[in-house]
């Protein structure tokens, strides 16, 4: 299994960055994503996550109305849309995959079995 993020950056608070996340070796049509994010000296914190046919999805207080999820089957990609960025969204974000049909609990890291390698995001103030 391999995650590769991309669209990681440097951007002024108010900003917009879209995450990519592409998939291979899984079914990823059959399988749950989130994203998260960890900050220097923090916890790694969930993000957003989508069911495998995006039937669902499930936001952080903290980013609900700023930031959409969404994933193309076809392409095997999870997206991150992320606007009005603050500087507290700074953090290295990571895409993770749960290879299950129906998953539980997509807040928790311990659902997901496989991580990508993560992508900086840097907002200024």
């Known amino acids: 299994v391999q995650l590769v993020e991309s669209g990681g950056g440097l951007v002024q608070a108010g900003g917009s960055l879209r995450l990519s996340c592409a998939a291979s070796g899984l079914t990823f049509s059959s399988s749950g994503m989130g994203w998260f994010r960890q900050a220097p000296g923090q916890e790694r914190e969930f993000v957003a996550a989508?069911?495998?046919?995006?039937?669902?999805?499930f936001y952080a207080d903290s980013v609900k109305g700023r930031f959409t999820i969404s994933r193309d089957n076809a392409k095997s990609t999870v997206y991150l849309q992320m606007n009005s960025l603050k500087p507290e969204d700074t953090a290295v974000y990571y895409c993770?995959?749960?290879?299950?049909?129906?998953?539980?609990?997509?807040?928790?890291?311990?659902?997901?079995?496989?991580w990508g390698q993560g992508t900086q995001v840097t907002v200024s103030s």
């Open positions: 989508i069911t495998w046919n995006g039937g669902t999805i």
């Open positions: 993770a995959v749960c290879r299950r049909l129906y998953c539980t609990n997509y807040a928790q890291p311990t659902t997901y079995s496989d």
